[in-house]
């Protein structure tokens, strides 16, 4: 069938303006091309372009354009179809492999096909395919995919390149007069052997259903890739190895605040491509920076120039350098940045950007406060973090608090790295100097412990329905369903819904769906003679469909031809619109773009009926291992929590549609997801990442926040009541509802887990409201732990009375069904 009106609109939108996501780490001048021709096409991704990453990043969309399709429909010739047929036909073979190797895993480790699949990415295969397309254009597309459930690996096929990929992409590249090599991925890969020699290194990431039409427009220069690396890509061995990664029970980050750039540009380790770092088809150069004061907030200005041959737009960033004083710091930290407007060629523009020098502030953990100490502060303004120029230097007299605390995450057990910084000789003469007046900033304390009110509504409840209102609507689903996003009798292939004993009485159900990169329901259901919506066809993500038991398979199969048998009335289609990874997105560094796209989700809630979309994600890039960072935005938290907040601001905008922000907190990692134990300092929690959380809550608001699976310093972050009432609602200010991540078989995969699973009274204690994806089991657990006394009902008539209020007021908000339909 033809997309809907929907469709076309946020499709075309996508492509209008998704290359300012891409940007090349190396470029000449032999792109664009002035036509379509016949062009030689290779690579995993050529055909098989990946749109986005696997688990709740999937979205179910109508279709996708591949890197083949889209240059077919821009005017090209592939002049390699055999050779792509060849390559599917090796694919194919060993995939066949791939899948027994995991079911071999899954019986060694005593766990299901499906649990030890999750995740799991086959490496790139070997193969001996001649490089013998005719044309004087080629285009190598390497791609990598990764997901939910497990971590990458600094192995050949992965975070390497194999050493295929490096033998053809070396003869193409000498073979074709035009030679483009295209990273079809969601994170870094190490190019080392390859750098020196191509001169065209495209990072087109992973965009959404226009993936393959976005390139053909950049290639033909029709769009310019505008965007800027939002996570150092270096070549592997020297990323830092300081702290730890992928240990099944503790992970410490001994690293301490030296996250990402902060680590290179401290140590002066000079990486492949920094941070912020990004090339389009034209050139820019800023001059004449300067920076005002006007009390603690700080204006930076710089004359932005384009000096290329093409329209096109720059990102300007601003660093600021803190004095070494008591308190270890960086080399410099992002405080703020913009994107140009389209500059044509040889146009000039004054750009002014602004920061507030108290959100600037470091973390005093011995005496649970943040301050800014004495000494000069240099702003600096560049393109990257290592393209900078010295705007200004601040001078403040004497210490600043700037807000006191209290001591929360009990102890990670070791001291953090320290890196005894040696500041880089520089000559600020010629450099205004500003002075900074002590008494501009004013000492806050955070009030704690505040006393919630209690609706009427909610105070009458049973025992019995008061613990159904802390634990997710399980119907007859049960885990499993809950677990493939088939938890919703309002919404097919929703991932859950809260409680509905008391819908009939007026009690709102809210219903949510899983993202990050658009809506993750079923592409067609129907709704039975109880108004209850079944999904047809598969409901498992389509990765974790070929590790499937048989005897599972089988009986779907069977449920599914009994199901045909059953539907009466119309089928209903709700294909969702696969938006760029949050990678792509925060490489734009376009806060207008990210809120087009939470505004395309929240469309599209609104035409399916979905309350809550569990996205965005914003942990930091910890380590380039982390096989979900693509969900991610950055390695920096300002990055991470401003585009969390504009994708939020978009969703929001639709009245009584709202997001859930995760995975809060110290998600770095998806080895032993449930149950590993991050260990990480005071300090390091607020300064990288809890900052990029406290920035969104600010900023816009999300009406909920989701605890992740991992434990902080021994204690589950979803039943810990610093991290969730003291720092997110007393000190970030959250008003919303507070739920776990999908904790299911009991909350955990692995019984041989040093820590134990997460327990639904402890949860509820810790002010967290709702228990997802709900079973009856955990159900059983809160009302036997309510009537042993192991948690007061005053705790869960609060934590009821918050998803209580919040659905009444996203329910009173939604407009009638028939102010949508344009849609």
Same mark, same amino acid.
């Given at each position: 069938?033809?997309?809907?009106?929907?469709?076309?609109?946020?499709?075309?939108?996508?492509?209008?303006?998704?290359?300012?996501?891409?940007?090349?780490? @190396?470029?000449?001048?032999?792109?664009?091309?002035?036509?379509?021709?016949?062009?030689?096409l290779y690579g995993s991704g050529a055909r098989r372009t990946i749109k986005g990453g696997t688990g709740s990043g999937e979205v179910n969309s109508r279709f996708s354009v591949s890197v083949e399709e889209g240059l077919i429909n821009a005017g090209f010739t592939i002049t390699t179809t055999k050779w792509l047929d060849e390559y599917d036909a090796v694919r194919e073979r060993a995939y066949e492999e791939f899948v027994k190797k995991v079911r071999k895993d899954a019986r060694k480790h005593h766990v299901l096909a499906i649990v030890e699949g999750m995740g799991r990415v086959m490496p790139e295969p070997a193969y001996a395919l001649p490089i013998s397309g005719v044309g004087e254009t080629a285009i190598y597309v390497l791609s990598r995919i990764s997901g939910e459930g497990s971590d990458r690996a600094p192995v050949d096929g992965d975070i390497k390149l194999t050493p295929t990929e490096i033998r053809d992409i070396l003869i193409a590249n000498l073979k074709y007069q035009n030679f483009m090599l295209v990273l079809n991925t969601g994170g870094p890969v190490d190019l080392t052997p390859v750098i020196n020699d191509v001169?065209?290194?495209?990072?087109?990431?992973?965009?959404?259903?226009?993936?393959?039409?976005? !390139?053909?427009?950049i290639v033909l220069g029709k769009s310019d890739p505008s965007g800027k690396l939002t996570t150092t890509w270096t070549k592997w061995e020297d990323y830092p190895k300081i702290g730890g990664f992928g240990d099944k029970n503790d992970t410490k980050y001994e690293e301490g605040i030296y996250v990402g750039y902060r680590y290179f540009d401290s140590l002066f380790v000079t990486p492949l491509f920094p941070f912020g770092f990004g090339l389009s088809y034209t050139d820019f150069v800023l001059s004449e920076p300067s920076a005002s004061v006007d009390g603690s907030k700080v204006t930076v200005k710089v004359n932005v %120039?384009?000096?290329?041959?093409?329209?096109?737009?720059?990102?300007?960033?601003?660093?600021?350098?803190?004095?070494?004083?008591?308190?270890?710091?960086?080399?410099?930290?992002?405080?703020?940045? $913009?994107?140009?407007?389209?500059?044509?060629?040889?146009?000039?523009?004054?750009?002014?950007?602004?920061?507030n020098l108290s959100d600037m502030a470091s973390y005093d953990t011995e005496n649970s406060?943040?301050? !800014?100490?004495?000494?000069?502060?240099?702003?600096? #303004?560049?393109?990257?973090?290592?393209?900078?120029?010295?705007?200004?230097?601040?001078?403040?007299?004497?210490?600043?608090?700037?807000? $006191?605390?209290?001591?929360?995450?009990?102890?990670s057990g070791f001291t953090d790295y320290e890196s005894l910084r040696?500041?880089?000789?520089?000559?600020?003469?010629? $450099?205004?100097?500003?002075?900074?007046?002590?008494?501009?900033?004013?000492? @806050?304390? #955070?009030?704690?412990?505040?006393?919630?009110?209690?609706?009427?509504?909610?105070?009458? *409840?049973? +025992?019995?329905?008061?613990?159904?209102?802390?634990i997710g609507e399980y119907g007859k689903g049960g885990l499993i369903g809950s677990v493939i996003g088939e938890a919703s009798v309002h919404v097919a292939g929703a991932a859950g819904e809260t409680t509905n004993i008391l819908e009939k009485q007026g009690y709102p159900v809210l219903v949510m769906s899983d993202g990050p990169a658009g809506l993750r329901i079923s592409r067609e259901y129907y709704i039975d003679a109880e108004g209850k919506c079944h999904s047809i066809g598969e409901t498992f993500p389509a990765t974790m469909m070929d590790f499937m038991p048989k005897a599972l398979l089988f009986i779907t199969d069977r449920m599914a031809k009994k199901q045909q048998e059953q539907i009466v009335g119309p089928i209903?289609?709700?294909?969702?619109?696969?938006?760029?990874?949050?990678?792509?997105?925060?490489?734009?560094?376009?806060?207008?773009?990210?809120?087009?796209?939470?505004?395309? &989700?929240?469309?599209?809630?609104?035409?399916?009926?979905?309350?809550l979309w569990l996205a965005p994600a914003l942990n930091i890039h910890r380590s380039i291992l982390c096989g979900r960072n693509f969900e991610y935005y950055s390695e920096d938290p300002i990055v991470s929590g401003l585009f969390a907040a504009a994708v939020t601001k978009g969703v929001q905008s639709h009245p009584g549609r709202g997001v859930t922000i995760k995975h809060y907190a110290a998600n770095n990692q998806e080895t032993n997801r449930y149950n590993s134990n991050s260990r990480v300092s005071e300090r390091a929690m607020r300064e990288i990442y809890l900052k990029g959380?406290?920035?969104? &809550?600010?900023?816009?608001?999300?009406?909920?926040?989701?605890?992740?699976?991992?434990?902080?310093?021994?204690?589950?972050?979803?039943? /810990?009541?610093? *991290?969730?009432?003291? &720092?997110?609602?007393?000190?970030?200010?959250?008003?919303?509802?507070?739920?776990? +991540?999908? #904790?299911?078989?009991g909350g955990t995969m692995d019984k041989s887990s040093k820590y134990p699973a997460p327990t639904p009274y402890k949860v509820a204690a810790a002010g967290n409201d709702l228990y997802?994806?709900? %079973?009856?089991?955990?159900?059983? %657990?809160?009302?036997?732990?309510?009537?042993?006394? @192991?948690?007061? /009902?005053?705790?869960?008539?609060?934590?009821?009375?918050?998803?209580?209020r919040l659905a009444c007021e996203m329910k009173a908000a939604q407009p009638a069904p028939a102010e949508t339909a344009s849609e």
């Open positions: 069938m033809e997309p809907n009106d929907y469709e076309i609109r946020h499709n075309t939108f996508l492509r209008e303006n998704g290359a300012g996501c891409a940007l090349f780490l @190396k470029r000449d001048e032999t792109f664009p091309l002035a036509e379509p021709g016949p062009v030689a001169e065209n290194i495209l990072v087109l990431s992973q965009l959404g259903v226009e993936t393959g039409d976005i !390139l053909a427009d %120039s384009n000096t290329g041959r093409f329209p096109g737009r720059e990102v300007v960033q601003v660093y600021l350098s803190a004095p070494r004083g008591r308190l270890d710091k960086p080399y410099q930290d992002l405080c703020a940045f $913009v994107k140009t407007p389209p500059l044509s060629a040889g146009a000039m523009r004054a750009v002014s950007l602004s920061f406060r943040w301050i !800014l100490e004495a000494g000069d502060y240099i702003v600096r #303004v560049g393109d990257s973090s290592a393209n900078t120029l010295p705007a200004a230097v601040l001078h403040l007299e004497e210490d600043v608090i700037t807000l $006191v605390t209290r001591a929360c995450f009990g102890e040696i500041d880089r000789e520089e000559d600020l003469e010629g $450099v205004e100097r500003l002075t900074i007046d002590p008494k501009a900033f004013q000492t @806050k304390e #955070v009030v704690y412990d505040t006393e919630p009110e209690i609706a009427e509504e909610i105070a009458k *409840l049973s +025992d019995e329905q008061l613990a159904a209102f802390g209903h289609e709700q294909y969702a619109t696969a938006i760029p990874i949050g990678t792509a997105i925060a490489q734009s560094f376009d806060l207008d773009f990210a809120k087009k796209c939470g505004d395309i &989700v929240g469309s599209e809630m609104e035409l399916f009926g979905v309350d959380f406290g920035i969104c &809550v600010r900023e816009s608001q999300p009406k909920t926040v989701m605890t992740s699976y991992n434990l902080l310093n021994g204690t589950h972050t979803a039943e /810990r009541r610093d *991290l969730i009432e003291d &720092v997110l609602r007393a000190e970030f200010g959250f008003k919303g509802v507070v739920m776990t +991540d999908w #904790v299911v078989n997802m994806p709900g %079973s009856k089991k955990d159900y059983e %657990s809160l009302l036997k732990a309510l009537r042993e006394g @192991k948690i007061s /009902r005053k705790q869960l008539e609060i934590n009821a009375s918050r998803v209580y």
